[in-house]
């Protein structure tokens, strides 16, 4: 139910979905390039030759987009209603 004294907003940069994300993608991309740059025959040893930076950095990249294109899909929607006699926001009907 739509009434015409409603506000509609969203959450917007301050939904904790923007904030992981770019957490994981910043984690992502830093592990990725140490996987890159820095994958040695030891490390190579330790790991049975998978190269366990990049791999990881790459599934962070991955999980950090699915994070940002949920938040922008399906964004939190945050309605408030004002009173149409006094102008100021009065308490939202849970019915």
């Known amino acids: 139910m739509s009434n015409s004294n409603e506000l509609t907003k969203t ?7 923007n904030f992981i994300g770019v957490l994981l993608g910043i984690f992502g991309i830093v592990l990725t390039i140490a996987g890159i740059v820095d994958f040695t025959p030891d490390e ?3 790991t ?3 190269d366990a ?9 991955i999980a950090a ?3 940002l ?3 922008k899909v399906r964004p939190i929607r945050i ?3 004002t009173d149409d ?5 009065a308490a939202p009907d849970n019915d």
Do not use: P, Q, S
Request: proline share 0%; hydrophobic share 55%; net charge neutral.
């Open 48 to 50: 049975g030759g998978i």
């Open 53 to 61: 930076n990049l791999w990881t950095g790459i599934g962070l990249i």
């Open 11 to 17: 959450a917007g940069a301050f939904d904790i979905r």
């Open 69 to 71: 294109a949920w938040a």
């Open 65 to 67: 987009v699915l994070f």
């Open 85 to 89: 006699v006094t102008g100021t926001e």
């Open 44 to 46: 190579a040893e330790r």
């Open 79 to 81: 309605v408030k209603t």
